[in-house]
């Protein structure tokens, strides 16, 4: 661990630079918001291309192709069933690594509307519950919701 706080990478740093690109290509297979959907829909378990196709409203060559990089790279296995090929979660660690981040996104949003807020000239801010009078619930407004 480093002495300023931040921790670093262990497995990053001991990683072969020719390992490198396998990482990168791990996470720029995330980096596709379809592939999320994607990932997302099969949080409930297998589905074939046409269900996916459905439920993503999308084309079934463009869903077949991010099918394609995702069983590639391991997040999606697939399987046939009759005449159908499905696919399902082969390392739901994906899982965990998605919740870290839209978690982390949610943080860093949080504290910037803060921020943004601390810039607002005080007249313009909403009187909230000093504004109130005993009893009445105050009617939220389209400026409640304003940085």
Same mark, same amino acid.
């Given at each position: 661990m480093r002495t300023d706080g931040r921790r670093l990478c262990k497995k990053l740093?001991?990683?072969?630079?020719?390992?490198?690109?396998?990482?990168a290509a791990y996470f720029q297979a995330l980096s596709e918001p379809?592939?999320?959907?994607?990932?997302?829909?099969?949080?409930?378990?297998?589905r074939n291309v046409?269900?996916?196709?459905?439920?993503?409203d999308c084309s079934q060559?463009?869903?077949?192709?991010?099918?394609?990089?995702?069983?590639?790279?391991?997040?999606?296995?697939?399987?046939?069933?009759g005449t159908a090929a499905y696919y399902r979660i082969a390392d739901e660690v994906v899982y965990d690594l998605c919740d870290l981040v839209c978690d982390r996104i949610a943080?860093?949003?949080q &504290? &910037?509307?803060?921020t943004l807020r601390a810039f607002r000239p005080k007249a313009e801010r909403p009187a909230?519950?000093?504004?109130r009078k005993p009893g009445k619930t105050a009617r939220r407004t389209a400026e409640d919701d304003l940085p």
């Open positions: 740093n001991q990683l072969d630079p020719l390992a490198l690109p396998h990482v379809l592939r999320l959907r994607i990932l997302n829909e099969l949080r409930s378990g297998p046409n269900e996916l196709t459905a439920r993503l060559a463009n869903v077949s192709k991010h099918l394609g990089v995702l069983a590639r790279l391991g997040f999606v296995a697939r399987h046939a069933r943080l860093r949003l &504290h &910037h509307v803060e909230r519950a000093a504004a």
